[in-house]
């Protein structure tokens, strides 16, 4: 007959096995800036990127926006992605989806785009 105690670590160890077992099968794929997405371009390969949105890039009309890095820039489509509010030119973005190569250059399919607050200490514009 097994004690309370035993029962009790059997009872700890198999919820820390499932614990672990959901972080294995779902872990989050890690974020990579703009330059790094490219560098390691696969059509098809599914990627979560973050970068700050090019200045007068959003359109639309064909909902795409372009991320840019320190070297090259990324075209977003966030037809089928849910966007969060605040998707503005010049504001830090998240974005992940599917690498597509396309005959314009490399387009990345969102699922899911969020972006970054305004931060409360920006400097506001004065007046004079």
């Known amino acids: ?23 294995l099968v779902d872990a989050p794929a890690p974020t990579m800036t703009v330059d790094e997405v490219l560098a390691e371009a696969i059509d098809g390969r599914d990627v979560a990127v973050r970068g700050e949105v090019l200045d007068g890039s959003i359109d639309n009309a064909t909902s795409t926006f372009v991320l840019e890095g320190t070297s090259s820039t990324l075209t977003i489509s ?34 899911t785009i969020k972006t970054s607050c305004p931060s409360k200490y920006e400097e506001e514009g004065t007046t004079d």
Do not use: C, P
């Open 1 to 23: 007959m097994l004690t309370r105690r035993v029962k009790l670590l059997m009872v700890g160890a198999a919820i820390t096995l499932g614990l672990f077992a959901t972080l």
């Open 78 to 111: 966030f037809l089928d992605a849910s966007v969060s509010n605040g998707l503005g030119d010049n504001r830090t973005v998240y974005a992940e989806g599917t690498l597509m190569q396309t005959s314009d250059g490399w387009v990345l399919e969102a699922t």
